[in-house]
């Protein structure tokens, strides 16, 4: 009996432990656009070029993979850091890495309502990608976006930029 005992104490310690698992998980789980802002903004015709013109006027010019994140510097952010690397090594010495606080560029913020955020302006100066860097449980588990977002980078024709409002990952 003894035995029986401690096979069903072990089963319910473990059915406990996923449980808290899940709950934990799903609770680091947010969308990136859970309001619809920016796939609202997104609609107007000239979305493309005010965006890269806003980027323009904080000195950001092309050929550059922009990393949106916050002063805080969230934990969800250093996450991106092996993403970051990536697509830089796959761009090439062409692209140059840019970090902008979403504190610092109102607009910026009124656009967007999670970070980090990933934001890439080709050679010819056109907005090329804006969404996250990965989806998943810590932006890990998912699905990793650095191959997608390289292809959209250097596709030809272009044909405007692919903006991914709808993903679910960590996000401050």
């Not at 996923?18 to 609770?27: F, W």
């Not at 859970?34 to 000239?46: C, D, I, M, Q, V």
């Not at 976006?145 to 980078?153: A, C, K």
Request: glycine fraction near 6%; proline fraction near 4%.
């Amino acid at each position: 009996m003894h035995k029986k005992s401690s096979w069903i104490l072990l089963l319910i310690w473990t059915v406990s432990i996923l449980t808290a698992l899940l709950v934990y998980g799903q609770r680091q789980l947010s969308a990136f656009d859970p309001s619809g802002k920016l796939l609202h903004r997104t609609t107007a015709p000239n979305f493309d070029a005010a965006l890269v013109k806003l980027l323009n006027e904080q000195n950001i010019g092309r050929g550059s993979v922009i990393h949106v994140g916050t002063q805080s510097r969230c934990y969800c952010e250093t996450l991106t850091t092996p993403h970051q690397t990536q697509l830089l090594t796959k761009l090439g010495s062409d692209f140059q890495q840019v970090r902008v606080n979403i504190e610092d560029v109102p607009k910026l913020n009124a656009m967007l309502d999670a970070v980090p955020a990933l934001i890439i302006l080709d050679k010819q100066n056109q907005l090329r990608y804006l969404g996250p860097y990965a989806t998943g449980y810590g932006c890990f588990t998912g699905k990793n976006l650095v191959e997608q977002v390289v292809s959209y980078t250097t596709q030809l024709p272009y044909n405007g930029a692919v903006i991914n409002a709808d993903a679910s990952g960590c996000f401050c």
